[in-house]
């Protein structure tokens, strides 16, 4: 699920006097970019609710279905309510993300290369692995009867598993894509999370038979310690979500480890209650790792009488090597109301108040002391006052920069140090711009503008490697033609020698091929990997990867086909009228990639599958396929 967030207008006034205490403040000096953009947060902990021990393979999933007769359109929350979105031709624009890399895509031709392995069917061209990944259905969406859109996705491999989740399910395949015996696993049995009950124990929910709400999966493998982890979101009662509103709150998030290197074995689960008031509820599920902790982060919504108008994001920490013995004695402490100001906020009257700040996976330990923490600057605009084209200011309503936070000391208070310590800094990217719809909306062969191309979020993990961070995130851009949905990507230099100059790169096609949900994985041998689906009026929604040679400054070409599209994406309700039709259906809400921590990177992304009205798919026609290359000759 995703909820998009909504933008507090507060008065400068009230910004004053809500500054005044407990916040942490990071100014940047007038020689630095970003002059005048000043960091601020507030301390905050996500208490342990408990932790214990599941054997996820041994416990029966429930096929059955539930007696819903909803859309399973999930739910979305913005300011404004989406609606259908009118493409900007690029001519009499000046102003607008104009790219510098558009890739001519042969009127939206599939590439020809497939990501075939070298032993099989096709070119080869030093495929690792293709093979099916899960696909929408009534089990792969449980909650939902018939099933849900989008599909949501985390990937996480070693030289042995793949270990993927999907919706409200997890799978592990070998890799070679068998999947293994006892799987696949609905995320209730898989987390261990009971039915949902009023505090008197009897039953609510009761017209989805009473299952908890869980969304967002994400997945990561960590080279270091070697361990699959998995974390998941539950919300109940919560009248921002519009979830389960007979049931007490409850806004949870469950974190998961495997006890071994072999994910079909025991996980030990922590979870962390993710409300401070009992009010208002975590979405969009985000998680990170480096060599001392897990982190993970959240966007509240709770009532618009709340905490900037109903909105703020939080970031935590939690004790890795404790949560891997399966132990607890260990808090989770961290940091809420994560917002910059500058001249930009007296211009738009509020200052800008951070979502989705993505925490970072650190495949090697590089990139300086702690955790860093990355996501753009979606207004207002700290430095212009631009509100990223969100509420019609057009394609020259532009944002652009990214907040990097650094939390250091993160478990030193769990052996009676100090606690964490957070700083923000601005780093300036090019400009990227959205819609009122809260999307860059695509095209398909059956509509126009009507497939969500997310927006401005960094939606996929960022990672870190040999220090420097990487990450990607959707935006219209001129291709000289017209705006279409693209990519813009950063690299940024950590450490004590960073540097913030020329630090983000555009990838796009010509005509209206859109490019959306990129997720990055940087190689061993300096090369970098990105898996992203595309889309396009000839193009049935598909999934490629792109790889830039290491010495290279940007991608270049249309990249591998991972999978085709096999037909139109819910075409009789895509691009149709409300409310019989959805004017732009739901895709993503991210793609997926892992590193294997030897010589393997590998991709999950979405396609459109072919249609069927009835069981499994009850026209949710999308799949999701996954892939891998060997690092050491990914490029060729």
Not at 450 to 455: A, E, H
């Given at each position: 699920m995703e909820v998009r967030r909504r933008v507090a207008l507060v008065s400068a006034a009230a910004l004053v006097g809500a500054l005044s205490t407990g916040f942490t403040f990071t100014v940047a000096s007038a020689s630095e970019p970003g002059a005048g953009v000043t960091?601020?947060?507030?301390?905050?902990?996500?208490?342990?609710?408990r932790h214990y021990t599941v054997s996820p393979a041994e416990r029966p999933e429930d096929k059955s279905s539930s007696a819903s007769t909803d859309t399973r359109q999930l739910p979305r929350l913005n300011k404004h309510s989406q609606g259908n979105v009118n493409r900007t031709p690029a001519s009499g624009v000046s102003s607008g993300p104009t790219s510098d890399n558009t890739i001519a895509d042969s009127s939206g031709a599939s590439p020809t290369r497939l990501a075939t392995p070298a032993n099989g069917a096709g070119d080869g061209n030093n495929a690792k692995a293709s093979f099916i990944g899960q696909q929408s259905s009534a089990t792969t969406c449980s909650y939902f009867g018939p099933g849900c859109n989008p599909p949501d996705m985390g990937v996480a491999a070693s030289t042995q598993f793949v270990f993927q989740g999907v919706n409200t399910q997890f799978e592990v395949f070998d890799t070679s894509g068998h999947v293994q015996p006892g799987w696949p696993v609905s995320a209730q049995a898989f987390f261990g999370v009971p039915n949902v009950t009023n505090p008197d124990g009897t039953p609510c929910d009761v017209g989805f038979k009473s299952q908890p709400f869980l969304s967002d999966p994400r997945a990561l493998y960590d080279p270091i310690d070697h361990r699959f982890w998995a974390a998941m979101l539950q919300i109940e009662g919560s009248p921002a979500f519009g979830i389960a509103l007979d049931c007490p709150f409850k806004s949870v998030y469950f974190?998961?480890?495997s006890q071994t290197a072999d994910p079909r074995g025991d996980w030990n689960v922590y979870e962390f209650n993710m409300s401070l008031d009992g009010q208002f509820g975590a979405d969009f599920t985000q998680i990170g790792l480096n060599r001392d902790a897990v982190y993970f982060s959240g966007n509240m919504f709770g009532p618009g009488t709340g905490l900037n108008g109903g909105f703020y994001g939080e970031i935590f920490e939690a004790n890795k090597a404790r949560m891997e013995r399966g132990r607890g004695g260990f808090t989770a402490d961290g940091f809420f109301n994560l917002q910059a100001q500058g001249p930009g906020s007296v211009i738009a009257g509020a200052p800008f108040v951070a979502d989705t700040v993505q925490p970072a996976l650190n495949l090697d330990g590089s990139g300086g002391s702690g955790e860093v923490f990355v996501g753009t600057l979606d207004g207002p605009d700290p430095v212009t006052g631009n509100f990223c084209g969100f509420f019609g200011g057009g394609v020259t309503d532009t944002c652009s920069g990214l907040g990097l936070w650094r939390m250091t000391n993160p478990i030193g208070h769990d052996s009676g140090g100090g606690a964490p310590t957070l700083t923000g800094a601005y780093v300036p990217t090019k400009p990227y711009v959205s819609t009122p719809a809260f999307s860059e909306p695509a095209d398909q062969p059956s509509c126009n503008a009507c497939i969500?191309?997310?927006?401005?979020?960094?939606s996929a993990t960022p990672v870190v490697r040999a220090g420097q961070l990487y990450a990607a995130w959707d935006s219209l851009l001129n291709n000289g033609t017209q705006f279409v949905p693209g990519i813009e990507w950063a690299q940024i230099r950590l450490g004590s020698g960073q540097d913030f100059a020329d630090t983000s790169r555009y990838y796009n096609f010509s005509g209206d091929t859109a490019a959306i949900y990129p997720a990055l994985m940087p190689e061993p041998n300096g090369s970098?990997?990105?898996?992203?689906?595309?889309?396009?009026?000839?193009?049935?929604?598909?999934?490629r990867y792109v790889i830039r040679e290491g010495g290279q400054g940007n991608f270049t070409g249309r990249g591998v086909l991972l999978k085709a599209g096999e037909s139109n994406y819910r075409p009789s309700l895509c691009g149709h009228p409300a409310p019989a039709g959805i004017p732009i259906c739901r895709w993503g809400d991210f793609s997926a990639a892992s590193f294997d921590g030897v010589n393997g990177i590998w991709f999950a992304g979405q396609y459109a599958n072919q249609l069927q009205l009835g069981p499994p798919q009850n026209g949710r026609n999308w799949g999701t396929w996954i892939g891998a290359v060997n690092t050491a000759d990914a490029g060729n």
């Amino acid at each position: 699920m995703e909820v998009r967030r909504r933008v507090a207008l507060v008065s400068a006034a009230a910004l004053v006097g809500a500054l005044s205490t407990g916040f942490t403040f990071t100014v940047a000096s007038a020689s630095e970019p970003g002059a005048g953009v000043t960091f601020s947060s507030q301390s905050a902990v996500a208490p342990l609710v408990r932790h214990y021990t599941v054997s996820p393979a041994e416990r029966p999933e429930d096929k059955s279905s539930s007696a819903s007769t909803d859309t399973r359109q999930l739910p979305r929350l913005n300011k404004h309510s989406q609606g259908n979105v009118n493409r900007t031709p690029a001519s009499g624009v000046s102003s607008g993300p104009t790219s510098d890399n558009t890739i001519a895509d042969s009127s939206g031709a599939s590439p020809t290369r497939l990501a075939t392995p070298a032993n099989g069917a096709g070119d080869g061209n030093n495929a690792k692995a293709s093979f099916i990944g899960q696909q929408s259905s009534a089990t792969t969406c449980s909650y939902f009867g018939p099933g849900c859109n989008p599909p949501d996705m985390g990937v996480a491999a070693s030289t042995q598993f793949v270990f993927q989740g999907v919706n409200t399910q997890f799978e592990v395949f070998d890799t070679s894509g068998h999947v293994q015996p006892g799987w696949p696993v609905s995320a209730q049995a898989f987390f261990g999370v009971p039915n949902v009950t009023n505090p008197d124990g009897t039953p609510c929910d009761v017209g989805f038979k009473s299952q908890p709400f869980l969304s967002d999966p994400r997945a990561l493998y960590d080279p270091i310690d070697h361990r699959f982890w998995a974390a998941m979101l539950q919300i109940e009662g919560s009248p921002a979500f519009g979830i389960a509103l007979d049931c007490p709150f409850k806004s949870v998030y469950f974190i998961a480890v495997s006890q071994t290197a072999d994910p079909r074995g025991d996980w030990n689960v922590y979870e962390f209650n993710m409300s401070l008031d009992g009010q208002f509820g975590a979405d969009f599920t985000q998680i990170g790792l480096n060599r001392d902790a897990v982190y993970f982060s959240g966007n509240m919504f709770g009532p618009g009488t709340g905490l900037n108008g109903g909105f703020y994001g939080e970031i935590f920490e939690a004790n890795k090597a404790r949560m891997e013995r399966g132990r607890g004695g260990f808090t989770a402490d961290g940091f809420f109301n994560l917002q910059a100001q500058g001249p930009g906020s007296v211009i738009a009257g509020a200052p800008f108040v951070a979502d989705t700040v993505q925490p970072a996976l650190n495949l090697d330990g590089s990139g300086g002391s702690g955790e860093v923490f990355v996501g753009t600057l979606d207004g207002p605009d700290p430095v212009t006052g631009n509100f990223c084209g969100f509420f019609g200011g057009g394609v020259t309503d532009t944002c652009s920069g990214l907040g990097l936070w650094r939390m250091t000391n993160p478990i030193g208070h769990d052996s009676g140090g100090g606690a964490p310590t957070l700083t923000g800094a601005y780093v300036p990217t090019k400009p990227y711009v959205s819609t009122p719809a809260f999307s860059e909306p695509a095209d398909q062969p059956s509509c126009n503008a009507c497939i969500d191309g997310s927006d401005l979020r960094i939606s996929a993990t960022p990672v870190v490697r040999a220090g420097q961070l990487y990450a990607a995130w959707d935006s219209l851009l001129n291709n000289g033609t017209q705006f279409v949905p693209g990519i813009e990507w950063a690299q940024i230099r950590l450490g004590s020698g960073q540097d913030f100059a020329d630090t983000s790169r555009y990838y796009n096609f010509s005509g209206d091929t859109a490019a959306i949900y990129p997720a990055l994985m940087p190689e061993p041998n300096g090369s970098l990997a990105m898996v992203f689906d595309v889309t396009s009026h000839t193009v049935f929604p598909q999934t490629r990867y792109v790889i830039r040679e290491g010495g290279q400054g940007n991608f270049t070409g249309r990249g591998v086909l991972l999978k085709a599209g096999e037909s139109n994406y819910r075409p009789s309700l895509c691009g149709h009228p409300a409310p019989a039709g959805i004017p732009i259906c739901r895709w993503g809400d991210f793609s997926a990639a892992s590193f294997d921590g030897v010589n393997g990177i590998w991709f999950a992304g979405q396609y459109a599958n072919q249609l069927q009205l009835g069981p499994p798919q009850n026209g949710r026609n999308w799949g999701t396929w996954i892939g891998a290359v060997n690092t050491a000759d990914a490029g060729n």
